[in-house]
Structures are given as structure tokens and as C-alpha cells.
């Protein structure tokens, strides 16, 4: 016996994942980025600044990623199938996975063209790369904006906002190194700002991928404990023994749990199973953060004589 659960917080809207919602907000975001990318491209080639070029190739990265996110929720909310009982939903956090690989790509050849510039130092207009610094700078501080509140609800958005957090911060180093090169001739400042911007870019993007990795390897959400939730199922009157107790992400905002619950054949035979099922799903939806909730009830004894591929 299974049903379904909502408490009220902030899960995937009627018909779509949770990154559904952000479907405009991921478009202006895409513009603003390819509008900057080409415009840090040329800077680049004028200024002879190798930060502003790494700065504009992570941009094209972003890009790319944001393209992907968007082509992933077009997916994601496609209704399910008979053989695709949950549709195309982890779409999404596969789009968040190729983020991933990216930007870690990205992160490596900046960091490689920039020891190379320690090697050969080149010359770099210091004026010029602080415009267009400072445009990449505003741009993206606006996608930003437009991402925040999204980045909380969705591993895909937040892949995008990580992406853009980067550029916001690599443009701030091109400034900053513009800024060295104009008052003190230094040249090193330009190949030490783009080993920052690669630096700036592992941690997180190491910290998405693991909570991706999360999601695909079907680990319990961060925000559900296990432990207490098997409390709670045990706490209710009449259950003996939780078994089978799995809880999982489809994607973001879609947390799921299973369980098969042995419940006293006195008990299910006094109320029913129906109050039962109420009383589970009234137990976890008070307490745990999860989107839908399916029981499998059980008198005792019943588990012995279960398959053994059920367990």
C-alpha cells in the first residue's frame, strides 16, 4: 500500500522538477554570460591579458553549462512512460554532473596557462583589461542575483550558480591584477590572478560534484536522517519492526522513501490499514522533508516468507 505525501515546503511544482521554476530566470542568465564571454574575448586579444582570456573561456564553459541545464529541464518534465516510471527527471542531475567536468577541465587549463605565463611573461595593457574586467564584473553580479534563490532548490541551478559565482570572482582578480600591473609594472600579477581564478573554481565545483554524485548513487537526501526516521515509524503504536527503509533523490526538489512496516495483526485488524497509512505518513510529514512516501504494511511474521530479492 503506498501514498503520496506534501508538507507544504518547497518541492518540484505540479507537472515539472524544482529547476522548472527557474526556466527564464536560467535564460537571462545564458544572454547576460554569452553577451560577456564575447566581449571579454576581445578584451583579452587587445589587452594581451591572459586573465581576462581565462576568465572569458570559463564564461564559454558557463555557457555551455547553462545551455545544458536548460536543454536538461526540457527533459526533465517530460510525463512518464511505462517504461520510464519517473520520466526523465534525472536529466537534470546529469546536466549538474557534466557541470561538473567542466568546470573542472576549465579550472586545470587555466592553471596550466598560467604556470606557462610564469614561464613567458607577456606584456599586458592594464587599462584596457580593467573595462572589460569591470564589465564581466556587473554581468555577472546580475546573473547572480537573478540565480540565488534558485541555486537553494536545485542541484542544476546551483551548478549554474557556482559557475557564475567563479566568473564574479575572476573578473573581481583581473581587476585586481590590472589594477598591480598599472601602479607597479608588475606583469606577474596578470598569470598569479588566473592561478586564483582556477583555484576559486576546484573547491567548488569538487563540492557540487559530490552532492551529485550523492543524488545518482541514490544516498539518503542531507536532510533526512535515517536513524530518526526509523524512530519515528517504530514510536507508532502497533509497529513492531521497519525493514527495506530506503529514502532517495529522483532529482532536486523530489525526495522519495520506502518502507516496509511489520505492524501487530491485532492492530491492523482494530484500525485498519488505512488509519495506519494516515498515521505514517502524518508521523514522517511533520518531521522529514519528504516529497512522497510509499508503505508496504506487514503482520508479523510476514518478512520470513518474503523473496529473497525483496530485501
Do not use: W
Given at each position: 500500500m503506498g501514498a503520496g505525501h506534501d508538507h507544504g515546503r518547497s518541492h518540484a511544482p505540479a507537472g515539472g522538477t524544482a529547476t522548472a521554476a527557474y526556466v527564464g530566470t536560467l535564460r537571462v542568465a545564458l544572454s547576460i554570460t554569452l553577451t560577456v564571454m564575447v566581449v571579454e574575448i576581445v578584451g583579452g586579444i587587445l589587452a594581451d591579458s591572459l586573465a581576462l582570456v581565462a576568465d572569458a573561456?570559463?564564461?564559454?564553459t558557463d555557457g555551455l553549462g547553462l545551455g545544458m541545464a536548460l536543454l536538461a529541464i526540457h527533459f526533465a518534465?517530460?510525463?512518464?512512460?511505462?517504461?520510464?516510471?519517473?520520466?526523465?527527471?534525472?536529466?537534470?542531475?546529469?546536466?549538474?554532473?557534466?557541470?561538473?567536468?567542466?568546470?573542472?577541465?576549465?579550472?586545470?587549463?587555466?592553471?596550466?596557462?598560467?604556470?606557462?605565463?610564469?614561464?613567458?611573461p607577456a606584456g599586458?595593457?592594464?587599462?584596457?583589461?580593467?573595462?572589460?574586467?569591470?564589465?564581466?564584473?556587473?554581468?555577472?553580479?546580475?546573473?547572480?542575483?537573478?540565480?540565488?534563490?534558485?541555486?537553494?532548490?536545485?542541484?542544476?541551478?546551483?551548478?549554474a550558480f557556482l559557475e557564475v559565482a567563479a566568473d564574479a570572482l575572476g573578473s573581481l582578480a583581473v581587476i585586481v591584477s590590472a589594477v598591480v600591473i598599472l601602479t607597479t609594472g608588475w606583469e606577474a600579477a596578470d598569470p598569479i590572478a588566473s592561478?586564483?581564478?582556477?583555484?576559486?573554481?576546484?573547491?567548488?565545483?569538487?563540492?557540487?560534484?559530490?552532492?551529485?554524485?550523492?543524488?545518482?548513487?541514490?544516498?539518503?537526501?542531507?536532510?533526512?536522517?535515517?536513524?530518526?526516521?526509523?524512530?519515528?515509524?517504530?514510536?507508532?503504536?502497533?509497529?513492531?519492526?521497519v525493514h527495506d527503509l530506503h529514502a532517495w533523490t529522483i532529482t532536486s526538489g523530489m525526495p522519495v522513501l520506502s518502507a516496509h512496516v511489520v505492524v501487530r495483526s491485532d492492530v491492523l485488524s482494530a484500525i485498519g490499514h488505512e488509519k495506519m497509512l494516515h498515521e505514517l505518513q502524518n508521523c514522517l510529514g511533520d518531521h522529514f522533508d519528504v516529497e512522497h512516501c510509499t508503505f508496504q504494511l506487514e503482520p508479523s511474521g510476514h518478512a520470513e516468507h518474503e523473496a529473497r530479492l525483496c530485501h
Open positions: 573561456a570559463h564564461m564559454a518534465n517530460r510525463p512518464a512512460t511505462g517504461n520510464r516510471t519517473f520520466g526523465y527527471a534525472r536529466a537534470e542531475i546529469l546536466a549538474a554532473l557534466a557541470n561538473c567536468l567542466l568546470l573542472l577541465g576549465v579550472g586545470g587549463y587555466v592553471l596550466y596557462e598560467a604556470i606557462q605565463r610564469f614561464v613567458t599586458t595593457e592594464g587599462g584596457l583589461t580593467i573595462v572589460f574586467g569591470a564589465i564581466g564584473l556587473v554581468a555577472n553580479m546580475i546573473s547572480l542575483t537573478l540565480l540565488m534563490r534558485g541555486q537553494k532548490e536545485s542541484l542544476n541551478v546551483r551548478g592561478l586564483v581564478i582556477g583555484l576559486m573554481i576546484v573547491p567548488r565545483t569538487v563540492k557540487l560534484l559530490r552532492e551529485t554524485l550523492d543524488v545518482l548513487l541514490e544516498s539518503a537526501p542531507k536532510d533526512v536522517d535515517m536513524v530518526e526516521v526509523r524512530a519515528h515509524i517504530l514510536a507508532l503504536d502497533g509497529v513492531e519492526d
